[in-house]
């Protein structure tokens, strides 16, 4: 019997005049917020605070980083299941520069977000932040 791997990862929310920033991720074809897999020994803000730099360029204070909510997920075919960390921040500026896993980055309104999104602990989570976010 196979031994089942679990990854962690944590997820980021950032927030701009009450938009939320989605990237198309090229490796899983749909919109995600930014985040990955965590490293060894590395804490779930501190990843969050490292992917958002690498993936879009902004710099996080990572005072302005509010932990929003737990979940798993089923994560086939890289790993069995994946722990997700969810964050947001709110940023200054909608300015990014991504990174070569995203083919395009889009600030949407909550609503069109949850349209845009296929994976629903993505839909779940913006659901529960547009309740937030003002």
């Not at 005072?63 to 890289?78: M, Q, R």
């Not at 609503?111 to 529960?128: C, E, F, G």
Request: overall charge neutral; charged content about 30%; aromatic content about 12%.
């Amino acid at each position: 019997m196979k031994t089942p791997i679990f990854a962690f990862s944590s997820a980021v929310y950032l927030i701009h005049s009450g938009r939320v920033l989605l990237v198309w991720h090229k490796r899983y074809e749909c919109w995600l917020p930014v985040g990955g897999e965590l490293k060894p020994g590395e804490r779930p803000a501190d990843a969050a605070v490292r992917e958002v730099e690498e993936e879009t360029g902004v710099e996080l204070i990572p005072g302005n980083l509010i932990f929003l909510s737990y979940e798993e997920h089923e994560a086939l075919p890289k790993i069995d299941e994946h722990g997700n960390f969810n964050f947001f921040a709110y940023v200054e500026s909608r300015k990014v520069k991504l990174s070569d896993e995203h083919r395009e980055a889009k600030w949407f309104s909550f609503d069109k977000a949850v349209k845009h999104a296929t994976k629903p602990n993505v839909k779940q989570t913006l659901l529960r932040l547009s309740w937030i976010v003002v």
